[in-house]
């Protein structure tokens, strides 16, 4: 596969590491944070921390939409499904995101919920427009990467008239949440990487601001695992440096500008909220979108009329340290014994990005060859 | 640090319903198996936890009774003639019809290679249909025809069945169940608790055909690619690796969860770990594609046509050959070893550089976005 | 987030969809978030939608890079 298999490639990889390696001072330590949840997975799946010296420690940041989706909004969803009988479509890792009561969106589609697994939000409008007399719901999560497909469908029901089609709008932002990690800093950062895929679309331009506010080097960084490293390769060196830049690795896909054409259908679709709650970080002041009141009929909070109700996590959960890199998984009381992959108590064990589920996964040897 | 003792939520039996992940192959299968049906129905046979059962204390052919045991192993110590196994499948796939086959076939090729798994010869299959109604006759004859050449090719005769007919909406289209049984020759012990540190990890082939065949078709994931599930009777396969002498411990074909389920199955079965190479595992450019497309591991995709085998290592070469010599194993692969591992962890070596494990399916088999 | 392949172009169906190859799989998509798609660009999947095209020439740069013996920059502190 063109443009993927020679970002795989292990020779390079072997070069990279050697490179890190040499390029970390020995008596100091180096922690990043990788933001976006894509990339605690790659690092994951492919043993990436492994090969790193010991002194470079990744952070998992909260870059995982899932992860962050409060339980409150969950409940919502569930509300449409039981209580008003909607078709809710959404993608995969919702499914088995835990929220009050012990339930589920996978749970309500046991007890008679229709849920609908949608790989696009295209399928979404498809279901609409095919089962008129259902009311179709669209979970929408994600940050800005997920953000304009969700303004390109709602333009499209608004075009063609569709009456029974309405979005769930929890779509968050990037920069906002890694000021919020910077602001309170519990546990010390060197650096980022920067997420793909959200700078595809928003441009590196728009981390100018954090570099210069809070003096730590950005690096963006592609997804495949030799972009990885590159980027921390890039981020030791700009630590050893002293600088703290905005540096883009992502070159074949990332411009300083972004995907103007994507922002400006966003900005026409959505304003941003005053405040959202967020998992773990509590709530951030113009972090998320709700849909503009010119497109309300496509707002599924007003058209059924939900209110959104905080709901405080298990009392065990650590979900919220760990999002905001103050602790590793292993360190959570229930980690792999209350909390699994198939009993979570938190969002950080659901998605195969939460860096709780990362670590189950893939990364248990570690702690137990160390 | 070790991991934590493994603490295992119970199912709740009062409140809880089935959901999707209980039929996923995964851990949440095997522990609705374990805390439901094997407690109550538990006997010998079923405690024996492979594929198909082995009836201790029913011999053919010699006068002497096998020595009642509750040691497995002990029974199968005793050569006395071939033992009767018995295997049960039930297919539920939609859509019915697939690239490379459909329910028809892979009724039948799944209760054979349950048997054949056994190292038993399949002799005669029973067929349970469930239809619903409306279901057309074209489809079912369709169905039906596939089946006899499936029995005619994998050497079985279908002796007996039942038909019932549901109301419209109650089953989805048409469920097959198929029941097995084989004689196991003398000398034969194969089995999940099989495996010793120092075996060898044969795979007779590429792996994820099937399932992303399965998802090609769907509906609701719309794109054509030229994947064919792999759905084929292993007995053939499995009667050459034995009559090539080499010692065989573990026969097993990895169906739903994919190889990742059927390797931990076996290392939790057999107290041991894992430690495979990725890039010995082959897996067809197409298949690999489609998975990167839907966010999917081929490791957790479904297999209908592939098996596991875990040897003495000085034999491997001999089986690989045998393998190989074979229509169905001709891209057969020597993919990793049997370690010691209090931990029962399966670990892989990634093509990339770096080691980590290779989890169960936590739950469905659900595409990432993320 | 988020999960997002490089994809070649093979056909173009109208201004806002196409047909992309990725290893021998075809798929339809939207590419209402990008302008000038031409067959053979290749462009990042998320979600059925096109967020961008490919840059071959930065591509190829970039694997540059990787292969360079020598760090890019001061030597280590």
Known sequence: MKYIDEFRDGKLARQLTAKIAAATSPGRAYAFMEFCGGHTHAIARYGLASLLPANLRLVHGPGCPVCVLPIGRVDMAIELVLDRNVTLCTYGDTLRIPASHGSSLLKAKARGGDVRMVYAVSDALAIARAAPEREVVFFAIGFETTTPPTAVAIVQAAREGLRNFSVLCCHVLTPPAIAAILDAPAAPLDGFIGPAHVSTVIGSAAYDLYAARYRKPVVIAGFEPLDILQAILMLVEQVNDGRAEIENEYTRAVTPGGNRKAQALVAEVFELRERFEWRGLGSIPASAVQIRAEYAAFDAERRFDLAYQAVADHKACECGDILRGVKRPQDCRIFATVCTPEHPIGACMVSAEGACAAHYAYGRILENTQ | ?370 | MCLAVPVRVVEVLSSDTAIVDLGGVRKEISTALIDDVQVDDYVILHVGFALAKLDAEEAQKTLALFAELEATHAEPA
């Open chain 2, 1 to 370: 640090m070790t991991a934590k003792a493994h603490y295992v939520r119970p199912l709740d039996l009062k409140q809880g319903r089935v959901d999707m992940s209980h039929g996923a192959g995964g851990r949440a299968m095997q522990q609705l198996i374990g805390e439901l049906f094997v407690r109550h129905l538990g006997n010998e046979a079923l405690a024996q936890g492979n594929d198909g059962a082995v009836l201790t204390g029913l011999t053919i052919g010699r006068d002497e009774v096998a020595v009642p045991s509750a040691a497995r192993d002990a029974a199968q110590r005793h050569p006395f003639g071939e033992r009767l196994v018995m295997a049960t499948d039930s297919h539920v796939v939609s859509p019915l019809f697939f690239p490379g086959g459909d329910i028809g076939a892979l009724a039948v090729h799944g209760t054979v290679n349950d048997v054949a798994m056994m190292g038993a010869r399949p002799l005669s299959l029973s067929a349970a249909f469930i239809i619903e109604e409306g279901f057309p006759l074209a489809d079912l004859e369709r169905i039906v025809l596939s089946m006899a050449r499936a029995a005619q090719e994998a050497g079985v005769a279908i002796v007996t069945g039942d038909t019932k007919v549901v109301e419209r909406g109650k089953g989805d289209g048409v469920f097959i169940t198929t029941t097995g049984i084989g004689l196991l020759p003398v000398g034969r012990d194969v089995g999940g608790a099989r495996a010793r540190p120092g075996d060898v990890i044969l795979l007779s082939g590429s792996i994820g055909d099937h399932g992303m065949a399965i998802m090609s078709a769907r509906a609701h994931l719309a794109f054509d690619a030229p994947i064919v599930s792999d759905t084929a009777p292993l007995s053939g396969l499995t009667e050459a690796l034995f009559a090539s002498g080499g010692e065989i411990h573990v026969l097993r074909d990895p169906t739903r969860g994919g190889l990742a389920a059927t390797l931990n199955e076996i290392a939790a079965q057999s107290g041991v770990g894992l430690l495979l190479d990725e890039q010995a595992i082959p897996v067809k450019p197409e298949v690999a594609a489609a998975c990167e497309l839907l966010g999917l591991e081929p490791l957790h995709v479904a297999n209908e046509g592939k098996l596991v085998c875990i040897c003495a290592a000085p034999d491997a070469n001999r089986l690989l050959a045998a393998m190989q010599a074979h229509p169905l194993g001709r891209e057969a692969a020597r993919i990793g070893e049997v370690i010691a591992d209090e931990h029962r962890f399966v670990q892989m070596q990634t093509a990339f550089g770096g080691r980590r494990i290779v989890d169960w399916l936590a739950g469905d088999q659900l595409p990432r976005i993320c």
